[in-house]
Structure formats: C-alpha cells, structure tokens
C-alpha cells in the first residue's frame, strides 16, 4: 500500500511509528506498526529504538491476505503478548475463523480487528441492517444479531483517512 507523507511517497514501508487513531482499547497509544510477517528480532529491534511503543499493530496496510492468514503470524504475535505489549491484528473477515485457532484472542491485551468493507456506506438508506451471522445455521454461534448501519457509524467511533497520514516512517 503507498501512504503519502510530508517527505514523500513510500512503497514496502515495513514498520512505521505514530500514534493509534482507531478507536480500539489502545487508541492515543504510541504505536509500531507492522506490516506482514516479520522477524522478531528485528521487531524487537524497532521497539528498543522507540522504546515509549505500548501498542503493535500488525498487519498494517492490509498485508494480511484475503483468503489466509499464512504461517508466522500467530507466533511472531504471542512472542509480544507475552511481553505485555497491547498487539493488534487487521484481519479481513474471510480469516476470522483461522486466527480463533491460533489461540491468540485468549490473551486480554490482545485487538483482533475483524475488517469488513463497506464500499460507499454513506450512500445506503437508514433501514440497511448489519448481521452477524454463523458460517450455517446454528453452526456455532446461539443466533444472529442484527444492527441498522447507521447506528454502527457513531461520529465517536469515526476516523477520518487524513488521521493515517501522520505516523511516520522508519527507514
């Protein structure tokens, strides 16, 4: 994903710094953000260089893939959980399934982020409903909850994109 910034544009920009601006439980935290699957010694390395990091965010510029998390994921991920690092995954929703396997959301400091595109959200009329649903019926969850759209996009849970442009790449 290309992110433009103040110095230019950036392709393969694998880490970056800034602080969350999604309103999760580490929103205002100084974050790391990380982009695939990486080596965790150079992970820590980034840490140690901006050692006021709270927050990991993996998966940053949707690099996880549509249809499969992939191998090192879950591992490079606990390795911080265990060190008390609030980490968050970006997840497409076709992978919800895979990382509810890997154990990962046993941990309390750790932001699945279950991402669902809308396109043009603004252009569907108030009576369009949101379902959470099951892979079949009964399958696995006790039902089905329904919510209207527009109670989903409270000006309080809203980030504009011009947000993501302030954190900061790390060469």
Partial sequence: MKRNYDAGEFDNVTYFTGT???HTPAYGMYT?????VQPVK?????????NQVKHIFFGANHSVQANKVGPGWGEMITHFLKQDYWCSL???ITCAEEILEDGLTE????IPQIRVPI???K???????????DKGFAATNPGVWSHRLHDLMDA???????KYGLDKPIK
Avoid: C, H, R
Avoid at 32 to 36: Q, S
């Fill in 42 to 50: 150079d992970i820590e390395e980034q840490l140690l260089a901006y």
């Fill in 123 to 133: 252009l569907w009329n108030y009576n369009t409903m949101i379902k959470i649903d």
């Fill in 90 to 92: 970006d997840i497409p």
């Fill in 119 to 121: 396109p043009y959200v």
């Fill in 20 to 22: 969350e601006v999604e």
């Fill in 156 to 162: 309080n849970k809203f980030t504009n994109w011009s």
């Fill in 32 to 36: 790391l953000f990380v982009t695939g």
């Fill in 107 to 110: 941990y309390d400091n750790f």
